[in-house]
């Protein structure tokens, strides 16, 4: 997620993220890392191969 990205699309982003969803990201960068959104830690994730594979609680993830 690049930082020119406008607030309604990470929004979204966010949302699916607490869904159990994977995120995009900028950097291929890899390992363990924590997702956070408007300076909250919403979760974490493991990054590799440009995504961010979620890591969030499967009981704590939003239904729907």
Not at 5 to 21: H, M, S
Request: charged fraction near 30%; hydrophobic fraction near 25%; glycine fraction near 14%.
């Amino acid at each position: 997620v690049s930082k020119n990205d406008d607030v309604d699309e990470l929004t979204a982003i966010i949302e699916n993220y607490l869904r159990g969803e994977e995120i995009n990201q900028s950097s291929e960068g890899s390992g363990y890392i924590a997702v956070s959104y408007k300076g909250s830690t919403v979760g974490g994730g493991k990054a590799s191969l440009g995504k961010i594979k979620n890591h969030y609680p499967k009981f704590l993830r939003k239904k729907g």
